[in-house]
């Protein structure tokens, strides 16, 4: 697996088009329902997290489904605390579930002003 991290705007998914092929339609484009892992590319994790009881056994419920995919998940998880609780919950779950998928992953890119800077 592929995981592509960075702040807002910085240019992920226009990355991940470029360096792997992908096109629009091998995106799936994370809300709060399921994920589509049959897709080859799964963009905007942080918004998957946000409300979800457990992202984490989530992602390791489905493991066998995105080995082969690139993930691309927005850099929510630092900067200044969230003073809502509810938002840092959110961005917790997003840095934890990070921190997982990093772990998992073979190759973390992570994307700024659209440079790649390669973590692993």
Not at 10 to 28: R, S
Not at 37 to 47: D, G, V
Not at 91 to 119: N, P, V
Request: aromatic share 12%; hydrophobic share 40%; glycine share 10%.
């Amino acid at each position: 697996m592929i995981l592509i991290i960075g702040g807002a705007y910085q240019g992920k998914l226009d990355f991940a088009k470029d360096a792997f092929g992908i096109t629009d339609a091998d995106v799936h484009t994370c809300g709060t329902g399921e994920i589509n892992f049959s897709k080859r590319c799964i963009y905007k994790i942080e918004e998957f997290t946000y409300g979800h009881p457990d992202p984490i056994g989530y992602f390791k419920a489905h493991r066998e489904l995105w080995q082969d995919s690139i993930l691309i998940l927005q850099d929510i998880f630092c900067g200044v605390v969230p003073m809502g609780a509810e938002t840092r919950v959110w961005r917790q779950d997003t840095g934890r579930l990070a921190q997982y998928l990093s772990k998992e992953a073979f190759q973390i890119s992570r994307i700024f002003c659209g440079l790649e800077q390669r973590l692993k």
